[in-house]
């Protein structure tokens, strides 16, 4: 177990153990997930070097010294994560209530209350100076985040889905086509955002039916620091369709395996696919979101635990709320 480096990274679980020689102690959540903080760095390269900056109450992580040139990253639960970078901040795909309400893609029922989770978020949190929408589904955007942001967010969306949005009241909308780039500059920080493909299934018919998503790109530069993360969107890693510019330091998948068993298939995807993609894109570290923090969601994260061992990226999760700097 030496040089293993492990954290827990969920508060409110029991203890457990993988039976793997990489493995440290992980702890098993009580809808049946599995959680923890996994560090490869052994085998790593050069690790990306990182800190729990703050917690949500009762947890665990330390408070660290912290430079003013690092992007901070917050997992909201699902979809959400907040980014903030010296005076720029960032959501992705905001959801802030307790419960959405959509089409199952997991039994094919209409009009399922998909609940939330584990911890309950602070509304306070649904806060960002940009929005970063991967596609415009209950699940990826509710209501009540657009009442949060709709007036004093710029949202960044998919080709074609800003009129819709316009009709729900958002005053700040572009849409960014897939190889676009919208560049934010303040005081000397640059964040540049380029929509890259993505795809909501494996079935091109399917993802037609599904809509237009977009994963991104995202650099962020101050004098002396530079960081780029690639996050997924709904999407599968598609031969001869998904494109980013190099590895990145950060890649951010969406799990959850939603819609296996159901009448359209995987519309997320699962731990083996999601190791798939990261192999492509050869990343320092990996931080999945979509995945524990609503009922829609079918596969526990300790499959991506494990299957994520054999790698030489880090493996990092995030409990809700909790902050983690990167430096
Ligand atoms: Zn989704």
């Known amino acids: 177990m030496s040089g293993i480096i492990a954290k827990v990274a969920f508060g409110y679980v029991d203890d457990m153990q993988i039976d793997h020689p990489l ?15 996994v560090s490869a ?11 729990y900056e703050s917690a949500s109450p ?19 639960g699902g979809p959400t994560l907040r980014l903030s970078f010296g005076p720029i901040s960032i959501i992705t ?11 199952d893609p997991n039994s094919g029922q209409d009009e399922v209350v998909h609940q939330r989770l584990g911890t309950a978020i602070d509304p306070a949190t ?3 100076d940009y929005v970063l929408l991967s596609h415009d589904h209950p699940d990826h955007l509710d209501e009540e985040a657009i009442g949060r942001l709709r007036d004093a967010a710029h949202f960044l969306v998919p080709a074609g889905q800003a009129d819709a949005l316009r009709g729900r009241g958002v005053a700040n909308i572009d849409a960014l086509a897939w190889d676009a780039t919208h560049v934010i500059e303040r005081e000397g920080y640059q964040v540049r955002i380029t929509a890259v493909p993505a795809q909501h299934s494996e079935s091109s018919e399917v993802a037609a039916a599904l ?15 530079e960081r780029s993360l690639y996050w997924t969107g709904d999407s599968f890693y598609v031969e001869g369709l998904s494109r980013w510019p190099r590895s990145p ?3 951010v998948p969406h799990l959850g395996a939603v819609g296996g068993g159901g009448p359209f298939g995987q519309v997320s ?16 570290m990996v931080l999945p979101i979509h995945h524990s923090t609503f009922s829609l969601y079918r596969e526990p994260i300790s499959n991506f635990v494990e299957a994520a061992l054999e790698h030489p990226w880090q493996l990092y999760l995030l409990r809700e709320g909790e902050v983690a700097a990167i430096e």
């Open 41 to 51: 760095s052994m085998v790593a390269a050069a690790p990306l070097a990182w800190a």
């Open 249 to 251: 330091d950060i890649f």
């Open 269 to 284: 995807m699962n731990a083996q696919q999601a190791v798939k993609f990261a192999e492509k894109v050869a990343p320092k």
């Open 93 to 103: 795909d905001p959801v802030a209530g307790a419960s959405f309400r959509m089409f």
């Open 211 to 225: 809509g237009r998503v977009n994963g991104y790109w995202i650099e962020f530069m101050a004098e002396g620091y």
């Open 126 to 128: 649904i806060d960002a």
């Open 58 to 76: 009762g947890g665990e992580a330390s408070v660290q010294s912290a430079s003013a040139r690092q992007l901070r990253l917050s997992w909201i």
């Open 23 to 37: 493995a440290a102690t992980v702890r098993r959540i009580a809808h049946g997930s599995l959680a923890a903080l």
